[in-house]
């Protein structure tokens, strides 16, 4: 397996549009080959659908779930360009598993993009005096540290997660094959998830 460099996630990213983590595993996926990735990313409707990701998406819907007998509910708004590629099956068999991954995998940010600044630090901080501990070299302390901030991205953002339906695809990469299809460009906006009881502290045992 050849080492996949961050130059060549770069280069990768630069060539096709698609996301890091999206060239990271095209690269993985065909061993460091930068034009069988590039193809790879072509034929999952990824780099098309980075070309499509500037046009405006004004349409879509806000999509409702709720799951487990009533003890969680999401609402997500999905958008795409017109009114109807948002009543096709496609695009409601979309939000709805969108809706689905965000009730059972509980995504704190759409993407990545969208973490502040100061958490990634943060946990990079934390993750890096982990690495530390291990007496590991600094340059191999800086490779986990990477790693693990990888795992702190799929576990918080939605984009980057195991899609729940398929999941040896990225939720990107499922949304970039509706793009393929529609050939619009469709964006997860916002959602929110709500879970009974979720933040409230225990009641206090009487005392006596």
């Known amino acids: 397996m050849a080492t996949i460099t961050a130059d060549a996630v770069r280069q990768l990213r630069e060539r096709t549009g698609a996301g890091m983590m999206d060239c990271k595993r095209a690269l993985e996926h065909t061993n460091g080959d930068m034009e069988a990735a590039s193809e790879h990313l072509r034929k999952q409707g990824l780099a ?29 708004e999905v958008n795409c360009e017109t009114d109807f ?41 934390i993750l ?33 997660q195991p899609f ?5 695809l990225t939720v990107s990469a499922r949304l970039a094959e509706t793009v393929a299809k529609t050939g619009e460009n469709i964006q997860v906006r916002r959602f929110t998830r709500y879970e009974v009881a979720e933040g409230l502290a225990p009641a206090a045992s009487p005392q006596g």
């Open 48 to 76: 098309s659908a980075a070309r499509k990701s500037g046009r405006l998406a004004a349409e879509g819907v806000v999509e409702a779930y709720v799951h487990s007998g009533g003890r969680i509910g999401v609402l997500i």
């Open 164 to 168: 729940i339906r398929t999941p040896e």
């Open 128 to 160: 890096r005096a982990q690495a530390e501990s291990s007496g590991k070299p600094a340059a191999v302390v800086e490779k986990m540290v990477e790693g693990r901030l990888a795992k702190f991205y799929e576990e918080t953002c939605l984009l980057e």
């Open 85 to 125: 590629v948002a009543h096709t099956d496609d695009f409601r068999q979309l939000c709805h598993d969108l809706a689905l991954q965000v009730a059972a995998s509980s995504p704190v940010y759409v993407s990545r993009d969208e973490v502040p600044a100061e958490t990634v630090a943060r946990e990079a901080d």
